[in-house]
């Protein structure tokens, strides 16, 4: 019983929806919806019947959101742009849906975004962005602009609770074709910071050190690695 609970727990680890490094699974397919997700992964599916053309998704890095939006990209046939003065994103807009990757880090011209919104609400087309924050964060200063992005659908997805973030990294091993220990999972979990990021960046540092060293992932080796994260002692 408890070999199949845990053969479960694993594969729905291996189907998280993680924008990751290592050849992880991005199909729809591969979408176990986590309570975090849920919403986004449900507007997702709705396409092309959103009831506003223009869709936000936030949250933290390594959330899933750039997972979601190339599931949606490959779904609506959507052109990726940047919107920059003269890169004519707004012509992108007017043939059909467009897609802009973290809107709020990649920076943009004020008066690109506004008319590449302005094509897509009189073509009929859709406009997915994804950012870290909130549209109402962002230093916009077009009042036209910030008018347009307040009536856009946004969707926040949080940061996983412990029993995704275990997840997450089961996943962030499998993605490497290591398999690893429920109980250091578990350690790992009970000692590292809350966040998608902090997870990949943990796996990463195991797997080099394992790798540098020819040994396999031991909690010892966690605990070094969670120190040299945070520069607490991580034993127990």
Known sequence: ???????????????????????????????????QLSAAVAMIDAWPAWRAPVVILTGPAGCGKSHLAHIWQDKAGAT???????????????A???LFEDADRAG?????????????????????????????????TLPDLRSRLKAATVIEIGEPDEDLLGQVIIKLFADRQLHI???????????????????????????????ARGTR???????????????????D
């Open 108 to 140: 943009f011209d004020e008066n690109a975004l506004f008319h590449v919104i302005n094509s897509v609400r009189e073509n009929g087309h859709t406009f997915l962005m994804t950012a870290r924050l909130w549209p109402m964060s962002w230093p916009v």
């Open 80 to 94: 990726p742009i940047h919107p920059l003065a003269g890169a004519a994103a707004a012509t992108a807009a007017a």
């Open 181 to 211: 220990d429920d109980r250091i999972v578990a350690y790992i979990v009970a000692r590292m910071e809350r966040s998608m990021e902090a997870a990949q960046g943990v796996v990463e540092q195991l797997d080099r050190l394992a790798l």
């Open 1 to 35: 019983m408890t070999e199949t609970l845990d053969r479960q727990k694993r594969q729905r680890a291996e189907q998280l929806p993680l924008a990751l490094t290592h050849d992880a699974a991005t199909g729809r397919d591969d979408l176990l919806v986590a309570p």
């Open 217 to 235: 992932i031991t909690r010892a080796l966690a605990a070094e690695v969670l120190q040299s994260f945070s520069g607490e002692t991580g034993g």
């Open 96 to 98: 059909g849906p467009v």
